[in-house]
């Protein structure tokens, strides 16, 4: 393995002198820098990772808790565009990322918190967990830094994206599209959905939209089966809705086919809408409306603010990042 004695012997140099050029100190001139780096890569040097965390007591490693119910993992559109983003910007900084174990049945295994203390992680960021699991409560109340997506604790920094402005310019389109009868089938119980629901009920009231209570149904996110039986219900009733809206695009698939399946036409007989805006529903036909988030605008943010705790801990304020998005008007809202 090559040492920077090594390099300094190739160079001529001291070691101490190949130690700032690697690191990158101010008090050496650039020329002599990228001789000594050219010659480090050209002799294969690559620093010993547990000899720099003993220097800068950092790895430059930070933890990924990810666990969704369905189990879906990065095929989740959503956020797999998310810690696409966070994933990019975190190694254009010099770290590298490791995605913290989940449970395993009948399996001994570390908690999150243990898990992350035993990488070292110098931070973690976490998305699509259940918040409230107290695994996840311990590792959020522990010392090492922390971002969450989509969710708020107290003292942390949080990266949202903006569901309420977001339901509200969706059903204020609907109803400039002529809907007076509008109906939803929202996720199931988190954050996110008390944000959208009460988003939903208060722009409703705001344009003077009677919303009766067999207009709000539930189904999980992303859970297409659930949501076709759902939207099966609301055809079902005596006085349907002209446009039904689903908690993500997923669900609107699932509700589009139960449509289908009783032979009528979207949007000409009913309109639908979505949520998210992942890239499969634009290129359907006919084309999703829905709200398109900003998935990497939330993982860049996410991956600046926990480098910043890293690096600055002192310095970095702790707020909530609210991202906001886009409609697409798309072609499943039929203008009455």
């Given amino acids: 393995m090559v040492s920077m004695k090594d390099i300094s012997v190739a160079c001529g140099v001291s070691i101490a002198t190949v130690s700032k050029a690697l690191n990158n100190h101010r008090d050496i001139g650039e020329e002599t820098k990228t001789h000594i780096r050219q010659v480090a890569k050209e002799m294969g040097y690559s620093p010993n990772s547990a000899a720099k965390a003993l220097k800068t007591n950092r790895t430059n490693n930070v933890g990924v808790l990810f666990v969704d119910d369905d189990q879906s993992g990065l095929t989740h559109d959503y956020f797999a565009y998310v810690l696409d983003s966070f994933k990019r910007t975190v190694e254009n900084r010099g770290y590298d990322i490791t995605f913290i174990n989940a449970s395993r049945d009948g399996v001994r295994r570390m908690s999150y918190l243990e898990h992350s203390r035993y990488r070292g992680f110098d931070g973690v960021v976490i998305a699509c967990v259940n918040f409230y699991d107290p695994e996840v409560e311990e590792l959020v ?34 109803y400039q599209q002529g809907h007076r009868k509008v109906a939803y089938i929202h996720g199931a119980k988190s954050s996110v959905t008390q944000s959208r629901l009460s988003s939903f009920y208060h722009t409703a009231e705001e344009l003077g939209l009677k919303i009766p209570d067999s207009y709000i149904l539930e189904s999980p996110y992303r859970d297409a089966k659930t949501a076709y039986r759902m939207t099966e219900k609301l055809l079902g009733l005596k006085n349907p809705p002209t446009c039904i809206c689903y908690a993500d695009d997923f669900s609107a698939f699932g509700g589009m086919s139960a449509i289908k399946e009783r032979g009528l036409r979207i949007p000409e007989d009913i309109s639908v809408a ?63």
Avoid: C, W
């Fill in 274 to 336: 979505g949520y998210d805006g992942i890239p499969v529903g634009r290129h359907m036909e006919p084309q999703l409306t829905t709200i398109k988030q900003d998935t990497a605008s939330l993982g860049r943010l996410a991956a600046e603010k926990l480098i910043s705790l890293i690096e600055r801990p002192k310095s970095t304020i702790i707020e909530q990042v609210v991202v906001g998005g886009e409609i697409l008007s798309g072609r499943t809202v039929k203008k009455l």
């Fill in 141 to 174: 109340k522990s010392d090492i830094p922390v971002v969450t997506i989509d969710h708020v604790f107290h003292d942390r920094i949080s990266i949202l994206s903006d569901n309420i402005n977001g339901m509200k310019e969706l059903l204020t389109y609907i």
